[in-house]
C-alpha cells in the first residue's frame, strides 16, 4: 500500500484547570494520506475490490504506530476518514468501518470495543475532531473526549486522509460520575 504522507502527532497534557495533570494525559494521532482508489470514476457500486487492496494494510500500518507514539497503555481510541473534495464521503467510510482495518487496532490495543469515528469530505486543510472512548467498554464516560486534528496539506481532491488516535487516560479532571442505570 501506498501513501504520501505519513503524519504522528503527540500531545502530552500537564495542567488542566491551572492544576496538574498526574499521570500526564498523552494522546497520539497518525495519519496516512493515500491515493483514494475510487476517485475519478464515478459512482462505483461495487467498494469491495478497493476494501480489499488497502483496507488490512492500512490498518497494520497505522496501529502499531500509535501505539509506539503514546509511549504508555492505551485506555481510549478513535479513528478519521476525510475525503478530499473528488470522493464521496462513502469512501472513506469504507475504508475505516471494515474489520479489517479496525482490528488491527483492536488487537495492538487489547480493545473489545467498536471504535468511534468521523467521516467527512474536505478541502487541503480541513479541520476535524476525532472521538475517543474507552478501549473496553465505552459507557465509561471519564474517556469521553475528541482531539483535534489539522494537516495543511491534505487530503487532496482524490486523496483520503485516514486516521487512528490513542490517548492513555480518560479527560483530565474529569468529574462525572460513572454512568448509571437510572441516567
Same mark, same amino acid.
Given at each position: 500500500?501506498?501513501?504520501?504522507?505519513?503524519?504522528?502527532?503527540?500531545?502530552?497534557? +500537564?495542567?488542566?484547570?491551572?492544576?496538574?495533570?498526574?499521570?500526564?494525559?498523552?494522546?497520539?494521532?497518525?495519519?496516512?494520506?493515500?491515493?483514494?482508489?475510487?476517485?475519478?470514476?464515478?459512482?462505483?457500486?461495487?467498494?469491495?475490490?478497493?476494501?480489499?487492496?488497502?483496507?488490512?494494510?492500512?490498518?497494520?500500518?497505522?496501529?502499531?504506530?500509535?501505539?509506539?507514539?503514546?509511549?504508555?497503555?492505551?485506555?481510549?481510541?478513535?479513528?478519521?476518514?476525510?475525503?478530499?473534495?473528488?470522493?464521496?464521503?462513502?469512501?472513506?467510510?469504507?475504508?475505516?468501518?471494515?474489520?479489517?482495518?479496525?482490528?488491527?487496532? @483492536?488487537?495492538?490495543?487489547?480493545?473489545?470495543?467498536?471504535?468511534?469515528?468521523?467521516?467527512?469530505?474536505?478541502?487541503?486543510?480541513?479541520?476535524?475532531?476525532?472521538?475517543?472512548?474507552?478501549?473496553?467498554?465505552?459507557?465509561?464516560?471519564?474517556?469521553?473526549?475528541?482531539?483535534?486534528?489539522?494537516?495543511?496539506?491534505?487530503?487532496?481532491?482524490?486523496?483520503?486522509?485516514?486516521?487512528?488516535?490513542?490517548?492513555?487516560?480518560?479527560?483530565?479532571?474529569? @468529574?462525572? +460520575?460513572?454512568?448509571?442505570?437510572?441516567?
Amino acid at each position: 500500500m501506498n501513501y504520501r504522507k505519513l503524519v504522528t502527532i503527540v500531545e502530552e497534557i +500537564a495542567t488542566e484547570g491551572g492544576r496538574p495533570v498526574d499521570p500526564v494525559a498523552r494522546v497520539a494521532i497518525v495519519a496516512a494520506v493515500i491515493e483514494n482508489p475510487w476517485a475519478g470514476q464515478g459512482f462505483v457500486e461495487d467498494l469491495n475490490p478497493g476494501i480489499d487492496a488497502v483496507a488490512s494494510d492500512l490498518g497494520a500500518l497505522l496501529a502499531p504506530r500509535v501505539i509506539e507514539a503514546l509511549g504508555a497503555p492505551l485506555e481510549a481510541y478513535g479513528k478519521a476518514a476525510i475525503v478530499g473534495l473528488d470522493g464521496e464521503i462513502e469512501h472513506g467510510s469504507a475504508l475505516i468501518h471494515t474489520l479489517k482495518f479496525g482490528n488491527h487496532f @483492536r488487537d495492538a490495543a487489547k480493545a473489545t470495543t467498536l471504535l468511534p469515528a468521523v467521516e467527512k469530505r474536505g478541502p487541503a486543510g480541513v479541520q476535524f475532531d476525532i472521538p475517543l472512548k474507552h478501549f473496553t467498554d465505552a459507557t465509561i464516560r471519564s474517556h469521553h473526549q475528541s482531539v483535534e486534528v489539522k494537516i495543511a496539506d491534505a487530503p487532496h481532491a482524490g486523496e483520503i486522509l485516514i486516521a487512528l488516535a490513542g490517548a492513555t487516560r480518560g479527560r483530565p479532571q474529569e @468529574r462525572l +460520575a460513572a454512568l448509571s442505570t437510572e441516567q
